[in-house]
């Protein structure tokens, strides 16, 4: 069920792709274009000790507090995809009755890996 929610999700996060300055490879989306878009706002850069510090969640399953909590593995999954220059944005999105939030990884301009938070 949650892999559906993040591949809806990510349907409707799904930004033209924009290959102005930024480069990107098919399928990603250029955060210049993203932080443009009405009804979406960023915060950030943030830092990965931070982010864990401020997320320390219940994982109803393990019965650990972990970053993120239930969704830990999708941000180990995440994390693991960080490379040197990387950078990491929590984003907001709304329009009209649609929300959502949570973080993207962008890598010279392109949103190369989203983690969502909340849908509604």
């Not at 250029?30 to 915060?43: I, L, M």
């Not at 392109?110 to 509604?120: E, Q």
Request: include cysteine; glycine fraction near 10%; hydrophobic fraction near 40%.
């Amino acid at each position: 069920m949650r892999s559906l929610l993040v591949l809806l999700a990510w349907l409707a996060f799904a930004l033209p792709v924009s290959h102005g300055t930024e480069h990107c490879e098919p399928g990603q989306s250029s955060f210049t274009v993203a932080k443009g878009r009405e009804g979406f706002t960023v915060q950030g850069p943030l830092q990965v000790a931070k982010l864990e510090r401020d997320n320390m969640r219940l994982d109803k399953q393990s019965g650990r507090v972990v970053p993120f909590g239930y969704g830990n593995a999708e941000w180990e999954e995440f994390k693991a995809t960080i490379t040197f220059g990387d950078e990491i944005f929590r984003f907001t999105r709304q329009e009209k009755r649609f929300y959502m939030d949570g973080h993207i990884l962008v890598r010279n301009g392109c949103i190369i890996r989203l983690l969502v938070g909340r849908i509604s």
